[in-house]
């Protein structure tokens, strides 16, 4: 979550430099230094969070109180606070590693590769979700079908050969705030499968972010997982040296 | 050689009852020889269709991958292929790469094991790829084309020629994907297969795990499986001596099949022992039936001169005779049943649909028997000795017999 | 009086009675022996297959077995409200309830099936308790005592007395994790067991998954595995809709296809078997009745009766067909039992084999089955009667002068 976010906010500052280099060529130079600018702030990216989670499934329904810590795209720990039976769970991504801590029986678990298409917590994101880092601009073809007043229209299509499961990913981005409002999720056959909503955009330091994730899966319309922030806080000092097992461990 | 025209004459003396001896002997070898037979071709069958889909007839691993099945244990094959392939016998020489790997597809993932193979040398061997049609196996080997079993494809939710993504992780604890694309399916029937089988090209697989030129497994087919131990030695000659790589025969690497064969023969000599024996009982009754109402003319005979030995030898060679024609007459009735089974066979298509399993292999439905010539004269031997071993109560019978109490005998 | 005619001349010519006498029952004791190995095979081969894991009967939601999907649990009473206690045929019942995850040791993984069962109630329907080679089988005395496989021990290189844990998700969403005591490891020879199974408390099961009172399905053992269809249909009819009963051949249609063709090589053989004895017999008495034809020449001479001659023989053969069987029978009957008790141990030969969803132990056995004995003493005495009649007729028809002429 922490880390799409970032992924999110990016693409969009991307797109928006794609964008103003299609519709204003004058500005390209300009563009591309700003372009530059942004990933080397990317790259040192942290950041700090408190968020309740919540999901409904057709059999239950769950609310999970968190707190996470993320570096670049590569670092991320998060522990549970709420509920009580949960407290102190705890997940940690070094890379594309994945651990758990489970306080009950005070055990580390390494999470297998063949478990990583798992649910996470059991909502509604991967545990490939969090590891993978979403290079869309790597493995994706980006471009504007629609612009409104109020949105842009990003259609990303996979490149040839490129190792992603979707057909096609759609960004609805907001004019102002330039923030994302939706992203849809479809397969090969463009049947969608998957939507991300984004609400309650707030700022936050130097930044205008989104404070709320929905995610909804199409085929079963009475499950869904929301992802709400409560706190958040940019460019933290921490480095990867708090994103140990030990750390994961002990709250 | 009086004696043996003595002997047979006296075995036509009393034609009825021979001839239903004869039959029932007779009778009781065919059966035996015949169903040996069949059993023998049904399970070279099974045999055949086992190592094709599995580990072939003779196996190339390194160390003790077999049964570790540990992803490090894979080794640089270099020319070893084609090494191995010029020595006579060999059919083909598959070579494989197992790869544990999570699948995903956009709805659904499953931790899968991919085989990355050498495309046209398996399509040409695996009896699973048989029913495949002509474009439905993988181009060629770093192509991005995936054969998968039929269930596996219900459970990851997509269809022939939809794509998914498959991650497995490098030595170095990388993680690494590629992309795939479902070129064919196979539905074998068997829900193991159905719903396990990934099968990719070997380049592809190396791509994915960085291991090019390494394989976990070679397997080696035979044109025939009579060839193993020779072939086998010949290839343990040519695996490099320093590397921990080793041949295996299959019975070792599919010890399901081996078994099963032999738990079924097992049970089969347990049978047949018991219809031998219960032949032998009529066979001892029959020659001491046509004994004890001779001892009369016995006791002429050894009043006359005759010693008691050449009695016995006499009783001896009516029941080699009468052995060595039922063996006769049984060998050629068995022949014929097996030359029937052989061309025709039994189809089971009514008692059984077409995928059964036995030992693990698919089993075919029509059972056809195959030649165990050495098999079948051993039969014919243990018939002879039987029928040796009933005469030597009579013959003893006979010999100790005085004149005079033979001539009393009614 | 014909009667007593019939019994003298047995035992007038003692030698050719004992003769036919003991072939018939050689011949009786050995077709009983074979056919009680080949009921014995069959036996171990549905035995495996359904004592390690499946049971004869399962009882559980519709579609529950395609999928196995978590949430589609039953009331743990449902048994009893639906299975009378008093049915005789049913033996055992064990309810269980499935569990999925991961079990974790310092660094190795392993998705694992977790089965959660009373104890005492589960060895009545499966038969892991014999496979032991380490440790116990759970009991209530260890509330997260756990048998795994021997497959699974080697993996995560775990002995009796060490702890796992076990990782799965729970029907209320959350993570479900507790620690498993390892009280014991079986080796069924099967991979897909000895690698992936695992034995737990249904307690312990029904905690961590938070489905208390709940489970997935009801095994049960019958008295008589081959009725399992039958039994299925009698309790299905009774039950509501989105319950069901599968019986084995539902659950492992592979193994139900091969019993049907050992079916069919088991008919061959004992064919086989049967016209082996059978022309043996044959043999035996045709020859007998025939070497007689002078004999009764001389009495047709002297005035009896063809149809006497008829009857007497028939009565002859029928007297010693009787006492062959009692015998033959009786020995058919001791062998058998050496077989069932003792059997031929193959194991120094052959390790157990999987086909078809079961295993198979390397060992020749028997069972007693009543149609092992009743029909081949059927047959027998039909074939005898035949072969000794059929002769008799012929001398009964026959001249007196040229039957006595006969030798």
Redesign the interface.
């Known amino acids: 979550m922490k880390t799409e976010q970032i992924t999110i906010i990016l693409s969009t500052l991307f797109l928006s430099v794609t964008l103003l280099l299609t519709v204003r060529p004058v500005f390209a130079l300009d563009v591309e230094a700003l372009v530059r600018q942004v990933e080397q702030q990317y790259m040192g990216a942290s950041s700090r969070s408190l968020t309740i989670m919540q999901v409904k499934t057709s059999h239950w329904e769950r609310t999970l109180e968190m707190e996470a810590w993320s570096l670049d795209r590569d670092y991320f720990l998060v522990r549970i606070t709420e509920p009580a039976k949960e407290r102190d769970v705890a997940t940690l991504k070094r890379y594309r590693e994945v651990w758990n801590y489970l306080p009950k029986v005070d055990r580390v678990i390494k999470v297998p590769p063949s478990m990583m298409g798992g649910s996470w917590m059991g909502s509604h994101i991967t545990n490939d979700d969090l590891v993978k880092a979403n290079h869309i601009e790597k493995e994706y073809d980006l471009r504007l079908i629609e612009e409104t007043e109020t949105y842009f229209l990003v259609e990303c299509l996979p490149k040839n050969d490129a190792a992603v499961v979707w057909g096609k990913i759609v960004y609805r981005i907001n004019k102002t705030p330039q923030v994302p409002e939706q992203v849809d999720y479809y397969d090969e056959e463009m049947v969608r499968v998957r939507e991300i909503h984004f609400d309650d955009v707030q700022q936050v330091g130097d930044r205008i972010v989104p404070m709320r994730l929905t995610v909804l899966p199409m085929e079963k319309p009475d499950e869904q997982t929301i992802l709400q922030y409560r706190e958040l806080v940019f460019d933290i000092p921490i480095d990867e040296t708090y994103f140990s097992l030990r750390n994961l461990e002990k709250p | 050689m009086d004696l043996v025209r003595l002997a047979w004459k006296n075995v036509w003396r009393n034609r009825r009852r021979t001839i239903i001896t004869l039959t029932a002997v007779a009778f009781s070898i065919m059966l035996v020889q015949a169903l040996h037979n069949l059993s023998f071709g049904v399970y070279a069958g099974m045999v055949d269709s086992g190592v094709r889909a599995g580990t072939g007839h003779i196996a190339v691993y390194r160390n003790n991958y077999l049964e570790s099945r540990d992803e490090n244990l894979h080794f640089r094959v270099g020319s070893l292929i084609d090494d191995i392939s010029q020595i006579d016998g060999i059919e083909q020489v598959l070579p494989r790469l197992y790869i544990p790997a999570l699948a995903q597809s956009s709805r659904e993932s499953r931790g899968v094991m991919l085989i990355g193979v050498d495309p046209d040398r398996e399509r040409q061997v695996n009896p699973f790829l048989k029913k495949l049609p002509e474009d439905g196996m993988i181009r060629a080997s770093d192509s991005r084309d995936a054969v998968i079993g039929v269930r596996l494809l219900d459970e990851l939710q997509i269809r022939l020629g939809q794509k998914f993504v498959v991650t497995a992780q490098n030595e170095d604890g990388t993680l690494h994907s590629e992309l795939l694309r479902v070129r064919g399916v196979v539905s074998s029937g068997m829900k193991d297969i159905d719903g396990s089988l990934i099968l990719i090209g070997r380049g592809r697989a190396a791509l994915l795990t960085g291991n090019s030129g390494s394989v976990h497994e070679l397997a080696v087919i035979l044109t025939n499986a009579g060839l193993e131990s020779e072939v086998h030695r010949q290839i343990a000659a040519k695996l490099p001596q320093d590397q921990d790589i080793l041949a295996v025969s299959w019975e070792e690497a599919m010890p399901n099949l081996a078994n099963a064969i032999k738990l079924d023969y097992a049970s089969q000599k347990f049978i047949f022992m018991i219809i031998l024996l219960i032949v032998a009982i009529g066979v001892i009754n029959t020659l001491l039936m046509s004994v004890m109402e001779r001892m009369r003319e016995f006791g002429v005979i050894l009043a006359l001169g005759s010693k008691p030995m050449t009695l016995r030898c006499m009783i001896m060679l009516e029941a080699v005779i009468l052995g060595l024609l039922a063996a006769a007459i049984g060998t050629v009735l068995g022949s014929l049943a097996t030359w029937y089974l052989v061309a025709v066979g039994i189809d089971l298509a009514d008692f059984v649909p077409e995928t059964l399993e036995f030992g693990g292999v698919v089993f075919d439905p029509i059972m056809r028997a195959d030649w165990d010539p050495v098999w079948m004269f051993r039969i014919v031997v243990y018939v002879v000795c039987l029928t040796l071993i009933a005469a030597a109560y009579p013959a003893i019978k006979a010999g100790r017999t005085t004149p005079v109490e033979g001539m009393r005998h009614h | 009086m014909l009667m007593t005619l019939a019994f003298r001349n047995l035992w007038r010519n003692r030698?050719?009675t004992l003769?036919?006498l003991?072939?018939m029952v050689?011949?009786a004791a050995?077709?009983i022996?074979?056919l009680g190995?080949?009921s014995g095979?069959f036996r171990d081969m549905l035995a495996s297959a359904t004592e390690q894991y499946y049971g004869h009967l399962v009882l559980a939601r519709a579609e529950y077995h395609e999928r196995r999907d978590l949430?589609a649990h039953l009331d743990e009473e449902v048994a009893s409200r639906y299975i009378s206690a008093e049915d005789t045929e049913i033996i055992g019942i064990s309810p269980r309830l499935r569990s999925f995850g991961?079990i974790?040791l310092a660094?190795t993984?392993q998705?694992v099936e977790v089965l959660g069962i009373i104890p005492e109630r589960e060895k009545r329907v499966t038969s892991l308790q014999n496979k032991l080679i380490a440790g116990d089988y759970p009991s209530d005395a260890v509330s997260n005592g756990a048998l795994i496989g021997q497959g699974l021990a080697r993996k995560l290189k775990v002995r009796t007395g060490d702890e796992m844990?076990f990782?799965t998700?729970a029907?209320?969403?959350?993570?479900g994790?507790?620690?498993l005591l390892v009280t014991g490891i079986f080796a069924t020879g099967d991979s897909r067991h000895d690698n992936n199974l695992v034995l737990a408390p249904l307690r312990w099961v029904q905690k961590i998954m938070v489905l208390p009172g709940r489970i997935h399905e009801v095994a049960m053992t019958l008295a008589d595995p081959m009725l399992a269809a039958q039994s299925a249909d009698r309790i299905n009819a009774q039950l509501p809709d989105d319950v069901e009963i599968l019986d084995w051949g539902d659950l492992l249609p592979?193994m139900r296809?091969?019993i049907?063709?050992y079916?069919?090589s088991r008919m061959?053989?004992v064919s086989?078997?049967y016209?082996?004895?059978g022309?043996?017999?044959?043999?035996?008495f045709?020859?007998?009745v025939?070497?007689r034809t002078r004999e009764f020449g001389i009495l047709m001479a002297q005035g009896m009766r063809p149809w006497t001659i008829r009857g007497l023989v028939l009565l002859e053969t029928c007297i010693l067909g009787c006492i062959a069987l009692a015998i033959g029978l009786t020995c058919g009957a001791v062998m058998t039992l050496y077989m069932k008790l003792i059997g031929?141990d193959?194991a120094e030969?052959?390790?157990?084999?999987?086909?078809?969803g079961g295993t198979?132990l390397?060992r020749?056995h028997a069972v007693f089955e009543a149609g092992n004995f009743y029909v081949p003493a059927g047959m027998l005495l039909l074939v005898s009667l035949v072969a000794g009649f059929l002769p008799a007729n012929r001398a009964a028809r026959l001249d007196p002068v040229q039957a006595v002429r006969e030798v």
Not at chain 3, 171 to 175: K, N, P, T
Not at chain 3, 349 to 356: F, K, M, Q, R, W
């Open positions: 030698r050719r003769l036919t003991s072939a050689v011949s050995l077709l022996l074979a190995v080949f095979m949430f991961l974790s660094e993984s998705p844990v990782v998700q029907a209320d969403g959350s993570i994790n507790d620690l592979e296809e091969v049907a063709a079916d069919v061959i053989i086989i078997l016209m082996a004895t022309l043996g017999i044959l043999n035996t045709f020859m007998s025939m070497e031929i193959l030969y052959i390790t157990p084999v999987t086909y078809a198979i390397p020749l």
